[in-house]
């Protein structure tokens, strides 16, 4: 407990917390790290995001907007955003991925209510968030020629590739007007299931929320059922994206614009992977690129992708997409 952040034991004394028990949580992507505190039997989460590298005043502003308009954020006990403290309620452990390794059988179940919930909040005004425009698109797509291209030693044509992107999105930029408050990282791994489960049925719990925009409805969804993280079976998507479009009356180009999106995020996934790995030293993301780069493959095979389809063909040779990305060196 000696690697515990300076200021804790202040903070916890002013939030009320003094002497709790304190269990760090292991960490992942990000310079934020996570304790467990419990005191007379009263469980709490909390989040430590220091300043310069990390700011916690996005989450908390998420957090609230989230709470108000319906949807299940965790409560905020404390916070201290200026040195970088979130003292929140403690959702537990049931995170739908690992409940779902434990019970294989509720996978529909879990991922019904998941989409279920974004229909929900599809169906609410969109928060005060700043817009998911092409700026912010080609940014996150540019991850890919920025650090997975640049590390397979690839010589690519740069401006042809913002140029396909512009012509495929340029479709969906005005169906997503006025625009849904979208998440960005809405998973299995990001989704706590709060009470006790039937056939995955029951309350989830949404963490991880902090960079939300407002953009389209499609982006979550493939977040969800082109899980980077864990295997979602072709038959499952399929079967999901049919009962949002049931649930929304969305139809062919809601479709389309879920095959523009899902290019566009597994593109940057593959990029943010490489650069955890290359720049962060967290080698375990490497082994997760052949799953983004199947669905980002089956995403290009869309009509709607035809010009970013064109550029991969030109610019990854066809060995290293057979080799679902390649090996990063």
Request: with cysteine; aromatic share 8%; glycine share 8%.
């Amino acid at each position: 407990m000696n690697d515990l952040p300076e200021g804790l034991d202040s903070f916890l004394a002013s939030a009320g917390w003094r002497g709790a028990e304190i269990h760090p949580i292991p960490g992942d992507a990000s310079f934020r790290r996570y304790f467990r505190l419990r005191k007379a039997g009263e469980p709490a989460m909390l989040m430590h995001a220091p300043p310069p590298h990390e700011d916690p005043k996005p989450f908390l502003h998420v957090a609230r907007w989230l709470s108000n308009s319906g949807q299940r954020a965790p409560d905020i006990i404390a916070s201290d955003p200026e040195a970088g403290w979130v003292l929140t309620e403690d959702f537990g452990d049931d995170r739908m991925r690992d409940w779902l390794d434990d019970n294989p059988a509720g996978e529909e179940g879990a991922y019904a209510e998941a989409v279920d919930a974004l229909v929900r909040l599809h169906r609410a005004d969109a928060g005060p968030f700043e817009p998911y425009d092409m700026a912010v698109y080609q940014r996150e797509a540019g991850l890919l020629t920025e650090w997975y291209c640049r590390h397979m030693g690839l010589d690519i044509d740069e401006v042809g590739y913002q140029q396909a992107w512009d012509t495929a999105l340029a479709p969906l930029m005005a169906r997503q007007q006025p625009g849904v408050t979208v998440l960005r990282d809405y998973h299995a791994e990001n989704i706590m299931l709060l009470s006790p489960r039937r056939d995955g049925k029951g309350e989830q719990g949404l963490i991880d929320f902090q960079d939300a925009l407002v953009g389209h409805p499609a982006y979550d969804l493939v977040s969800l059922l082109q899980d980077a993280r864990r295997d979602v079976s072709q038959q499952l998507e399929r079967s999901m994206l049919s009962r949002y479009c049931e649930h929304t009356g969305a139809g062919e180009e809601f479709l389309a614009d879920y095959a523009r999106l899902g290019a566009q995020r597994n593109a940057k996934i593959v990029g943010i992977f490489t650069r955890l790995a290359k720049r962060d030293g967290k080698q375990r993301y490497l082994a997760m690129i052949p799953r983004v780069w199947h669905a980002m493959e089956r995403d290009l095979a869309h009509p709607a992708l035809e010009p970013v389809a064109a550029w991969f063909a030109q610019n990854i040779p066809q060995n290293i997409r057979d080799a679902s990305g390649g090996e990063i060196r």
